[in-house]
């Protein structure tokens, strides 16, 4: 269910839900897409306005001005482009202290991210790939050698891929995605869950600095950065973990 947004000129006028104050037109268009009842959008980018539609107005004035919407919908979508998936990118509230590169966020190559030193830095930025769903909730992923982020036209979206092993692992459509990286090592914004342990005869799994099991707590997810032989930056999300 990939949804988007299409230009419609009209004069029907319709009722307006909500006003909200929005920084951008894609904070505008993800207030809709998480109100099942928005059927459509305006935004003002001067007053930085939103005017959430709903339905049309039964008792038609005369002399309406036309005027444009933007009408949320699941069906005839048009083929999303790299700019439109990072422009539709609004920050996860739990990387609120992450510096986001949507310069350095790429599509249909392996590493959604830089996996090596950029911008004259001594060593590789520990990226995660933050998300945003179909549904509008927030996610996020590991970013290493082996996925991509890449136009999967059955789905009609673009997709977080990883095809290892003979296996399809990740093939989740997303909306919008943009890279992220922490400069220092600060607290996560959001609390995680305690990181489930592999059974049986396991070891409580550490946090960095810890030698053997160093992970962090990002945008609520669980993350290992391992260094590759080469010097390239991995990251991976797990679910559970041991030291062995």
């Not at 082996?146 to 399809?168: D, E, H, K, M, P």
Request: charged share 10%; with cysteine.
């Amino acid at each position: 269910n990939a949804v988007c947004f299409i230009s419609k000129q009209e004069i029907i006028p319709r009722k307006g839900l909500r006003l909200i104050q929005s920084d951008s037109l894609s904070h505008c268009k993800l207030s809709c897409i998480r109100d099942s009842a928005c059927q459509s959008i305006t935004f003002n980018s001067t007053l930085k306005l939103c005017v959430i539609h709903g339905d049309p107005i039964g008792q038609v004035c005369s002399n309406i001005a036309p005027y444009t919407r933007l009408i949320k919908t699941l069906d005839g979508c048009p083929q999303a482009t790299p700019d439109d998936v990072i422009a539709n990118y609004v920050t996860d509230p739990c990387l609120q202290s992450a510096i986001l590169t949507p310069a350095s966020t790429y599509t249909c190559q392996n590493g959604i991210c830089p996996l090596s030193a950029v911008e004259g830095e001594a060593s590789p930025r520990a990226y995660v790939v933050s998300v945003i769903r179909h549904d509008g909730t927030h996610d996020a992923f590991g970013n290493n050698i082996i996925n991509r982020l890449q136009w999967n036209a059955t789905l009609n979206s673009y997709v977080v891929y990883l095809f290892y092993g003979g296996s399809l692992l990740i093939n989740e459509p997303v909306y919008a995605a943009m890279c992220a990286y922490y400069p220092t090592d600060v607290a996560p914004e959001c609390d995680c869950p305690p990181l489930p342990l592999q059974s049986p005869g396991t070891a409580a799994a550490g946090v960095a600095p810890a030698p053997m099991c160093s992970g962090q707590a990002r945008a609520q997810k669980w993350i290992v950065f391992p260094p590759m032989a080469n010097g390239a930056q991995n990251s991976w999300i797990i679910a559970s973990a041991s030291c062995l």
